[in-house]
Nanobody, 125 residues
């Protein structure tokens, strides 16, 4: 299993920005679909954004479209989530995930076979 480690979470005021990083191991990581999910207290894990590492395709949840940007640097085996114009409802634990079967359009949470440990993002009002 590919190892994923998220970082960059923290506390930010509404309207502010954070950049999350997902560092991965494995030479084949660059060919995987990579996604970010989040889970707020008392809620199920939900899709945030995905990127196909074999191309330039991206997909975003409607709730973050226009505010968040997913990207990757294959040479560094790292994916990123740039979060701008943050809202209190963005507060959640954010998880990086990788799909070895490279579903795209991306699959749901069960499609991902590699997960990071999560990083907390808290947006104050």
């Amino acid at each position: 299993q590919v190892q994923l480690i998220e970082s960059g979470g923290g506390l930010v005021q509404a309207g502010g920005s954070l950049r999350l990083s997902c560092a991965a191991s494995g030479r084949t990581f660059s060919s995987y679909t990579v996604a970010w999910f989040r889970q707020a207290p008392g809620k199920e894990r939900e899709f945030v954004a995905a990127i196909s590492w074999s191309g330039q395709s991206t997909d975003y949840a409607d709730s973050v479209k226009g505010r968040f940007t997913i990207s990757r640097d294959n040479a560094k085996n790292t994916a990123y989530l740039q979060m701008n114009s943050l809202k209190p409802e963005d507060t959640a634990v954010y998880y990086c995930a990788a799909d070895s079967q490279r579903h795209f359009p991306p699959g749901g949470v069960l499609a991902y076979d590699n997960w990071g440990q999560g990083t907390q993002v808290t947006v104050s009002s």
